[in-house]
């Protein structure tokens, strides 16, 4: 297993444990673990989503990374074109390489394929990808049996990224509360119309595609 401060140095280059600087009101930075603490249990949970407090924000960013050929681009509200002298743009970093964060695309994509945990998430006409989530809710005591949160991080379309969607279901009822259950259906409904809306087409037609950014429109944006 790595050890700890290897594991730190992934998450820090993903943008996790830190604001985007996006400056959005109340926005927080999240919490990663102390490493002078860990134990060997401690280096491990975080591979399956425990050990940590991640942001819907940071999540967007962080599988940006992987639909933007590698590069860490900073999240921002402001379009590409309409940013000061592109200072935005000239801020990201390659955190992984884009061989390595084409593999990532690839496995996603597998996960709302027929065998996959999130075939619920797939959009009529394209090709999508994304990671389901489902975690036990923190209480005074610890852990809650039976409160959930559902999540569903998603990438559209895998042949040439333009947008990572975040969907986040708190205390999904019923028995379908898990991240493939709960969270990926709505992400479906709501790539769906962005596609629609933004004239995206099939997958039969697609263009290559060009550098993502994080922005809220505009040719090649990522929007979250």
Same mark, same amino acid.
């Given at each position: 297993?790595l ?16 604001s ?13 673990p102390?490493h002078?603490?860990w134990?060997?249990i401690?280096?491990?949970t975080?591979?399956f989503?425990y ?5 819907p ?7 940006? &990374?992987? +639909?933007?050929?590698?590069?860490? /681009?900073p ?5 590409? @074109?309409? %940013?000061s $002298? *592109?200072s935005r ?6 955190v992984?390489s884009?061989?390595v964060?084409?593999q ?15 075939r ?6 394209f090709?999508?990808?994304g990671?389901?989530?489902?975690v ?13 949160v ?7 379309? &895998?042949? +040439?990224?333009?947008?990572?969607? /975040? ?5 999904p009822? @019923?028995? %379908?509360? $898990? *991240? ?5 259906p709505?992400y479906?409904?709501?790539?769906q ?18 550098e ?11 929007s979250?």
């Amino acid at each position: 297993a790595l050890g700890h401060e290897p594991i730190l140095d992934v998450f820090a280059r993903f943008g996790l444990g830190q604001s985007t600087g996006a400056e959005f009101p109340g926005e927080r930075s999240g919490r990663l673990p102390d490493h002078d603490f860990w134990s060997a249990i401690d280096r491990v949970t975080p591979a399956f989503g425990y050990g940590l407090l991640v942001t819907p924000m940071q999540l967007a960013q962080a599988y940006a &990374v992987f +639909a933007n050929k590698g590069k860490l /681009v900073p999240f921002t509200f402001i379009a590409q @074109g309409e %940013a000061s $002298g *592109g200072s935005r743009h000239h801020a990201s970093r390659q955190v992984i390489s884009p061989a390595v964060a084409e593999q990532v695309i690839t496995v996603l994509h597998r996960v709302t394929g027929p065998e996959g945990t999130a075939r619920k998430a797939t959009v009529s006409g394209f090709g999508v990808g994304g990671k389901t989530g489902t975690v036990h809710k923190v209480g005074s005591a610890g852990y809650l049996d039976d409160r959930y949160v559902a999540l569903f991080v998603g990438v559209a379309p &895998v042949s +040439a990224p333009r947008y990572v969607t /975040v969907v986040v279901i708190d205390e999904p009822s @019923g028995d %379908a509360y $898990g *991240g493939g259950a709960a969270a990926a259906p709505v992400y479906s409904r709501i790539t769906q119309e962005v596609l629609r809306i933004k004239n995206v087409a099939p997958k039969s037609a697609e263009p290559e595609s060009g550098e993502l950014i994080l922005a809220g429109s505009g040719e090649g944006d990522t929007s979250a």
